[in-house]
């Protein structure tokens, strides 16, 4: 569940910005992350759980990282 929320408020904030935070964070594959969500979210029972684990194992690092490199940024700009 967590993971569909995280795609869903992606999703909102690309169309907010239009994508132009995004593109300043290019590590981390972000249509691929906000279509994850909808695979999650309508085809769940289609998803292989194996290529899920791989998945989250290989790129949940990165984005976590990158998510905290984008809070800095932002923080920094705001002072």
Known sequence: MV??????????I???????LFA???QVEWRGAI????VL???YFQTDPQQLYNVCRDNIPVLIG??????N???NTST
């Open 41 to 43: 979210a309508h085809g």
């Open 73 to 75: 940024d932002l923080e």
């Open 3 to 12: 993971r569909i929320a995280a795609g869903e408020e992606s999703k909102k």
């Open 14 to 20: 690309d169309l907010i910005i239009e994508g132009q």
């Open 66 to 71: 990158t998510l905290q490199q984008m809070i």
């Open 35 to 38: 279509g994850l969500r909808d």
């Open 24 to 26: 300043q964070y290019p």
